[in-house]
């Protein structure tokens, strides 16, 4: 009987360790407003705003159109997903201050030059 | 194995005998040895068992004051058929080989209670083997409603998750049609590339547009459309492209028609003309020049401890070349569990984001549209609950059969994606940075050699057939 209920409490803990794990890591360190560093596309910045819930707005200054993401943190990686389940990949550097945004959709080592829009944290937002 | 009820023929076997005291845990006897001594037993409680030679052990019985045991070793001459430990203290009356046969030949009395004692034994070893025999037939029984029971709970689980999920997604992806979007035969269309009088427009995802486009064409993935547009706005005022040039869109798979949708999306801005590519959705391919590029390896993100959990059913194929080790039941408890919780991972990592792993079924290029997001909904929960089948040891062979199923489309999926150089992730336990490439195909082939090992053999900690019950082995 103690065996039973050592082998059920293992599986147990294992399933909620790999429920867990899908989880992900926690976005405060990264929620706020962001601004693109070069004007995109010659119609000026993007402005990028993080929220804690999960949310996230693109909005390219010029346009007024916003676009909406949902987004997480995996191993120290920002995971944005399109409506249509496309992923942004967005490297943090500098302690936050400046997100590298991967605009493949593929997952590189490191943000392709020529596809990379980098942002720069600016004040307020996150909530 | 049993209890003499007469006290005379007791004190007779007292008078021959005598007395042992066995510790508890000791072996009394061994199955396999030769046959020594008759034992009776005076205190204590003994258990008798048998053991095969793979190491699975059967109890038999118990034995207490009174009870005796070894009688069948020495009538027969034969080796011990079981073995006797000491469950606790317990002493014995030790009657040697001779004393017993003289026991025997003074005391018939005695005798006949052995002969009817041995005969009942027997009987009783018929309805124990029937019983086992229909236990193990019962086991290995498989039946539809089994298949029935995990892939409709796959599938009731998987719709009814969808409901309330966040990140809900149409049960089936509706094909749109290019409404208002005029289709241009390809020979018209090659007529206006060769007279540079439109722009070619590629839908689908970058790394296909890499491999292999339309010579001179733009790429404007569907999927980023939102995002891109204004850069493919931007690109085409740089290249001065006259504003009524019109914009030829191409580029979709039997999974998804990125090339109508697109037109679709373009035809809303309402800023040029715009014509889809009439026909079959590849047939570009063989009209226009084409711009071709070696597909780069695609890098591979550390999937963490998923990824090494992933590399376990490799050394299944060093384990089923030791026969006995081939055949273990315990071999096929710890392949339902590595199998188990390698698709409860593959899972989690599916389940919440339907969408996403819908556009891995697209990339893969085998699915037709409409199957797309059934695929990507019901997939996901079918490993889950064919993983925790396994784990549990609920309906095993039938989990074992679905997810070795599972594991000969993934194969087929990834041999066909690496032969015709698709620049496709996995999709297998991450979202993204999983290349296919032959370990892949490894690995698959490992799980698949898993589910058969255990559909064969497993017989082990399983919740039996009839109801969910821990099968002990004792008969």
């Known amino acids: 009987m103690k065996t039973r209920f050592l082998i059920g409490t293992m599986l147990l803990g294992l399933l909620c360790g790999l429920f867990?794990?899908?989880?992900?890591?926690?976005?405060?360190?990264?929620?706020?407003?962001?601004?693109?560093?070069?004007?995109?596309?010659?119609?000026?910045?993007?402005?990028?705003?993080?929220?804690?819930?999960?949310?996230?707005?693109?909005?390219?200054?010029?346009?007024?159109?916003?676009?909406?993401?949902?987004?997480?943190?995996?191993?120290?990686?920002?995971?944005?997903?399109?409506?249509?389940?496309?992923?942004?990949?967005l490297t943090p550097s500098e302690g936050g201050k400046l997100l590298s945004a991967d605009m493949t959709g593929q997952w590189h080592p490191s943000c392709p030059k020529?596809?990379?829009?980098?942002?720069?944290?600016?004040?307020?937002g996150g909530s | 194995m049993t209890e003499p009820n007469n006290q005379s023929d007791k004190l007779k076997l007292e008078q021959v005998g005598k007395e042992v005291t066995i510790p508890r845990g000791v072996c009394v006897v061994r199955q396999g040895d030769p046959p020594v001594h008759f034992y009776v037993v005076t205190s204590g409680k003994l258990k008798v068992f048998r053991e095969t030679h793979d190491g699975i052990r059967t109890d038999l019985t118990e034995l207490g004051p009174g009870d005796y045991f070894g009688e069948v070793a020495l009538i027969t001459g034969k080796p011990r058929t079981a073995s006797v430990e000491a469950a606790e203290e317990s002493v014995l009356l030790e009657i040697g080989k001779e004393e017993f046969d003289s026991v025997l030949d003074q005391n018939p009395r005695l005798a006949r209670q052995i002969i009817h004692s041995l005969a009942q034994w027997l009987v009783d070893g018929d309805q124990r083997l029937e019983k086992e025999t229909v236990h193990q037939v019962k086991l290995r029984q498989i039946s539809w409603f089994d298949y029935l029971l995990i892939l409709g709970l796959s599938l009731v689980l998987g719709l009814v998750f969808n409901i309330y999920n966040d990140n809900q997604i149409p049960l089936v992806y509706s094909v749109h049609t290019a409404a208002g979007v005029e289709a241009i035969p390809l020979d018209k269309a090659k007529e206006l590339f060769k007279d540079n009088q439109a722009v070619f427009v590629d839908a689908r995802k970058a790394n296909f547009y890499e491999k292999e486009h339309i010579k001179g064409s733009l790429n404007l993935p569907l999927l980023f459309f939102d995002l891109q547009y204004p850069m493919f706005q931007f690109t085409l005022d740089q290249k001065q492209v006259p504003k009524d040039m019109p914009l030829v869109v191409y580029g979709g798979t039997t999974s998804r028609r990125f090339d109508i949708e697109l037109a679709n999306l373009l035809e809303g801005k309402n800023q040029r003309k715009i014509y889809i590519l009439a026909g079959d959705y590849k047939g570009w391919k063989t009209a226009f020049p084409l711009e071709e590029h070696k597909v780069k390896e695609m890098p591979a993100m550390p999937l963490g401890m998923s990824g090494y959990i992933e590399w376990i059913p490799v050394g299944i194929f060093i384990l089923i070349l030791i026969p006995p080790v081939r055949r273990s039941p315990y071999l096929s408890a710890v392949c339902r569990l590595i199998l188990g919780i390698i698709f409860v991972d593959f899972a989690l990592s599916k389940i919440m984001r339907p969408a996403v792993f819908a556009l891995n079924v697209v990339e893969y290029g085998m699915m037709p549209a409409w199957g797309v997001n059934l695929w990507a909904l019901v997939l996901p929960w079918g490993e889950l609950v064919a993983g925790l089948f396994l784990i549990l040891g609920i309906r095993t062979r039938a989990a074992a059969t679905i997810i070795g199923g599972m594991n000969i489309i993934f194969i087929i999926g990834l041999v066909n994606a690496i032969f015709q150089g698709l620049p496709i992730t996995c999709g297998c336990v991450g979202e993204a940075g999983e290349p296919v490439n032959w370990w892949k195909v490894l690995k698959n082939t490992g799980m698949l050699v898993m589910a058969l090992q255990i559909f064969f053999y497993d017989r082990l900690f399983v919740l039996d057939r009839g109801g969910f019950i821990w099968r002990e082995r004792k008969i």
Not at chain 1, 54 to 69: P, V
Not at chain 1, 118 to 123: A, G, H, L, S
């Open chain 1, 114 to 124: 020529d596809k990379c829009i980098t942002f720069q944290r600016v004040p307020g």
């Open chain 1, 20 to 89: 867990l794990a899908g989880c992900g890591e926690s976005r405060t360190p990264y929620a706020g407003n962001y601004r693109s560093m070069e004007p995109y596309a010659g119609k000026g910045h993007v402005e990028l705003e993080l929220k804690e819930n999960g949310e996230a707005n693109w909005k390219l200054a010029d346009s007024g159109k916003t676009i909406k993401f949902k987004w997480r943190v995996e191993n120290g990686r920002l995971w944005f997903y399109t409506k249509e389940g496309a992923i942004i990949h």
